[in-house]
């Protein structure tokens, strides 16, 4: 039954055009598009789906063209693809995220789909460490994530005080207090509530791969021994959300980091912070 399903969705499915050998994905490959319809109500509208792809265009578009390139952000409500891309064409002038409403359906909420918006954005302007086996540079999936939450977020969502606002009510402890602790003013640990808030809603949808519940409080995970450029566990992107929501040294746009030592002056260091930076589930530093 699930090899008729797999080729019935191959057939009626062509029009995804999803470059999957050209770039990089949000989540490993899964088949939970099979639990996918477009009945029901979600936390996200076919409204709000655009809505949402337009917000990171009007910011980004300007910003890769600096870098020599065309964003195109595209997205197919229609599609059950539980996925996002990110792909750049063969002379590498053309940046293509790839939206899909199969994965905007399982996010449980709109904040969320941003996220991802901006994890894919981020592969090509997140920096250092970048992916060994690309054909063309793209930052590896851990500093995608963390800068989706320490820069694109942020930058999105900045002058968004009333909507910043509202993630205060009911925000948990934990989260709450490691932003009351980093950020001063009423309107940064606002917004460092939404941004944290919105990677949860990715890491539970992430932890449905594998049975994982990622918890807010959670034992440390060990230490990679070399940096990993694959999809962490959930909670090990859980943490990394919640440490860019901690980080205050954005990425200077008009630059892209190509090695540590650039990376290092827009990231989060344990030796100079408390909280924000990135965790060793997935980086292992050299500096």
Not at 60 to 84: D, R
Not at 202 to 217: F, R, T, V
Request: a negative charge; glycine letters at 8%; aromatic letters at 10%.
């Amino acid at each position: 039954m699930k090899a008729l399903l797999v080729l019935l969705f191959a057939a009626g499915c062509s029009f995804c055009n999803i470059d999957h050998d050209a770039g990089s994905a949000f989540m490993p490959e899964n088949d939970l598009w099979m639990e996918d319809t477009l009945e029901g109500e979600y936390d996200i509208t076919p409204q709000d789906f655009e809505e949402r792809m337009d917000e990171a265009r009007k910011i980004y578009e300007a910003v890769v063209k600096k870098h020599g390139g065309e964003l195109k952000i595209v997205g197919n409500w229609q599609s059950p693809t539980v996925n996002a891309y990110f792909s750049r064409s063969g002379d590498g002038k053309v940046w293509k995220v790839q939206m899909f409403g199969g994965l905007a359906r399982r996010i449980s909420s709109a904040d969320g789909f941003s996220g991802v918006v901006c994890h894919e954005v981020m592969h090509g302007l997140g920096g250092w460490p970048h992916y060994s086996r690309q054909a063309f540079q793209a930052s590896v999936e851990g500093q995608s994530d963390y800068a989706a939450t320490s820069s694109c977020l942020r930058k999105l969502w900045q002058d968004q005080k009333e909507q910043n606002a509202e993630a205060a009510k009911g925000m948990p402890k934990f989260p709450k207090d490691r932003c009351d602790a980093v950020w001063k003013s009423k309107e940064d640990k606002h917004l460092c509530y939404r941004i944290a808030l919105a990677g949860k809603s990715l890491a539970d949808l992430l932890g449905e791969l594998n049975g994982q519940k990622p918890a807010w409080e959670s034992p440390q995970l060990p230490p990679v021994r070399v940096t990993e450029e694959g999809h962490p566990g959930a909670q090990c992107r859980l943490n990394t959300y919640l440490a860019g929501a901690l980080c205050g040294n954005n990425l200077v746009l008009d630059k892209i980091p190509q090695n540590e030592q650039e990376s290092a002056v827009v990231s989060c260091l344990r030796s100079r912070q408390e909280f924000g930076a990135r965790p060793e589930c997935w980086f292992k530093a050299k500096i």
